[in-house]
């Protein structure tokens, strides 16, 4: 009896000892992080971070309004063309008629900036795929721009931005996508789109209380995601061209364009039903949808 004794107090003091050395690793590592912190290392990486990101934002800011293209500007003409349809249609205007200034205006704009972006381009490309990249880059960005301002602007700020995600993002992005496959510089323009896209969007989600490993793997996987539609397209537009060599009519390419449009807009749509969890799990307790639910998808 008293060796069964003996033996349980051994294990007793064995797993405090034990313990005690769980809790000394434990309190040991939270120092270092509070050292970390109070000395600023994350907080200085962050700042860095996002010093790069506004560095390279004004530099692309710079190239288009030397090309004559204002991302401003753009923006102020989407709302004011957003506000001028909703202002028709409490004044009853027919249906008809406010379709077709919404498509004038848009139209117009669109026909305006392109015009100027296009001569610019062509006369100071350095390299015509790169240029042909930035080019398409450009019309995204435009797009994106002037059709959030219009539904911003009619259907307000949380409806306009939905809207944007899940009908105008997909279409317009993977649109840019199947003409850099056709002019053959498909991976050079998802590489600065994507790029670009991710840095923002860390930097943004980061800034607002983001956790950096969770928001570097949301952001990484819609990386994943951006190249993998380019891949469907590219591999359905190379397996059209060889049946078309083979005397074989078929449509695999605009079934690839479409089949990328679905994944876009499925992943954008489940970013949104996810959207709260998400939030939680990259560390923004505050989840505002018109501030941060773009910036998921």
């Known amino acids: 009896m008293e060796n069964i004794l003996t033996e349980?107090?051994?294990?007793?003091?064995?797993?405090?000892?034990?313990?005690e050395i769980i809790n000394e690793y434990y309190n040991r590592d939270i120092q270092k992080i509070e050292d970390l912190l109070e000395e600023g290392f994350i907080q200085n990486k962050i700042d860095k971070l996002k010093d790069s990101y506004d560095k390279n934002i004004k530099i692309v800011k710079k190239i288009l309004l030397d090309n004559g293209i204002?991302?401003?500007?753009?923006?102020?003409?989407?709302?004011?063309?957003?506000?001028?349809?909703?202002?028709?249609i409490k004044n009853r205007e027919k249906p008809e008629v406010i379709q077709n200034k919404l498509i004038k205006g848009a139209a117009k704009i669109i026909k305006?900036?392109?015009?100027?972006?296009?001569?610019?381009f062509e006369e100071k490309s350095l390299s015509e795929k790169i240029a042909r990249s930035l080019?398409?880059?450009?019309?995204?960005?435009?797009?994106?721009?002037?059709?959030?301002?219009?539904?911003?602007g009619f259907l307000g700020a949380q409806v306009g931005m939905v809207v944007l995600a899940v009908v105008i993002a997909p279409l317009v992005e993977e649109s840019a996508k199947r003409l850099s496959i056709i002019?053959?510089?498909?991976?050079?323009?998802?590489?600065?789109?994507?790029?670009?896209?991710?840095?923002?969007?860390?930097?943004?989600?980061?800034?607002?209380?983001?956790?950096?490993?969770?928001?570097?793997?949301?952001?990484?996987?819609?990386?994943?995601?951006?190249?993998?539609?380019?891949?469907?397209?590219?591999y359905f537009k190379e397996k059209g061209e060889e049946k078309n060599k083979q005397g074989m009519e078929n449509n695999l390419e605009m079934i690839g364009y479409f089949l990328a449009i679905g994944i876009h807009v499925t992943w954008n749509i489940i970013g949104l039903i996810m959207n709260k969890k998400i939030g939680?799990?990259?560390?923004?307790e505050s989840y505002i949808i018109k501030n941060h639910c773009i910036e998921l998808v």
């Open 8 to 19: 349980k107090l051994n294990q007793l003091y064995f797993q405090e000892s034990s313990i």
């Open 70 to 88: 204002d991302v401003s500007r753009i923006q102020n003409q989407g709302l004011l063309l957003g506000k001028t349809v909703k202002n028709d």
């Open 112 to 120: 305006k900036e392109a015009i100027s972006a296009k001569k610019s």
């Open 135 to 152: 080019f398409i880059f450009v019309i995204v960005l435009f797009l994106n721009t002037l059709f959030g301002g219009i539904f911003v």
């Open 183 to 234: 002019h053959d510089h498909p991976w050079i323009y998802t590489g600065i789109f994507a790029g670009l896209e991710l840095l923002q969007y860390v930097i943004s989600l980061i800034s607002a209380g983001g956790l950096l490993v969770p928001v570097l793997i949301v952001r990484l996987l819609a990386l994943l995601m951006h190249f993998s539609t380019t891949f469907i397209q590219k």
């Open 280 to 284: 939680a799990w990259i560390g923004i």
